[in-house]
T-cell receptor
Framework: AQRVTQPEKLLSVFKGAPVELKCNYSYSGSPELFWYVQYSRQRLQLLLRHISRESIKGFTADLNKGETSFHLKKPFAQEEDSAMYYC??????????????FGQGTILTVHP | DAGVIQSPRHEVTEMGQEVTLRCKPI?????LFWYRQTMMRGLELLIY????????DSGMPEDRFSAKMPNASFSTLKIQPSEPRDSAVYFC??????????????FGPGTRLTVL
């Protein structure tokens, strides 16, 4: 069964500090992973996906198949980064195609 | 495009009452998902549809929960009877069809349900 684990429910950093939100996954096939973000009073939205290899709002995430990880990183956190972050794994085959399995979420707070 | 639309945005009801949550997906999207979000359990998939057909309802907590999608532009999630432990934010999401570049899900604003 596929599983996504975000070990930290809460993460606090100061503005300008580096931040890393951890995500580990379990999946038997070729994984496709995403980071979604939910800012206060806004809907959940896609932040980035690993196949795009892009940097969004200064965030990057590298898929490490050896460690089955997809950690989200930013070198210098900003106060506006404060939000709930979800790591998600796509089921890309079989009868459950299209289903996303989400981690528990990490609430990031960036202090001034 | 207004995106995924959900109604109501807030619902307060008493234990034992029937609750119906509504969702209008983005036009042209083939998949529709219902999620529940709580502090304790995070974001859980309840059920999802492909072309109006339920594909996976393994996340539906129990028989008190039911979901329908009578057409491509409307879905409902019903709880009958409601219980205080059903209090949560319920999200609807939709996504386009089965292509690698279309794997993003688009979420609605959610319905905050409080069962007293």
């Amino acid at each position: 069964a596929q599983r996504v684990t975000q070990p930290e429910k809460l993460l606090s950093v100061f503005k300008g500090a580096p931040v890393e939100l951890k995500c580990n996954y379990s999946y038997s096939g070729s994984p496709e992973l995403f980071w979604y973000v939910q800012y206060s009073r806004q809907r959940l939205q896609l932040l980035l996906r690993h196949i795009s290899r892009e940097s969004i709002k200064g965030f990057t995430a590298d898929l490490n198949k050896g460690e089955t990880s997809f950690h989200l990183k930013k070198p210098f956190a900003q106060e506006e980064d404060s939000a709930m972050y979800y790591c998600a794994l796509l089921n890309a085959g079989g009868t459950s195609y299209g289903k996303l399995t989400f981690g528990q979420g990490t609430i990031l707070t960036v202090h001034p | 495009d207004a995106g995924v639309i959900q109604s109501p945005r807030h619902e307060v009801t008493e234990m034992g009452q029937e609750v119906t949550l509504r969702c209008k997906p983005i036009s042209g999207h083939d998949y529709l998902f219902w999620y529940r979000q709580t502090m304790m359990r995070g974001l859980e998939l309840l059920i999802y549809f492909n072309n109006n057909v339920p594909i996976d309802d393994s996340g539906m907590p129990e028989d008190r929960f039911s979901a329908k999608m009578p057409n491509a532009s409307f879905s409902t999630l019903k709880i009958q009877p409601s219980e205080p432990r059903d209090s949560a934010v319920y999200f609807c999401a939709s996504r386009p069809g089965r292509h690698r570049e279309n794997n993003e899900q688009f979420f609605g604003p959610g319905t905050r349900l409080t069962v007293l």
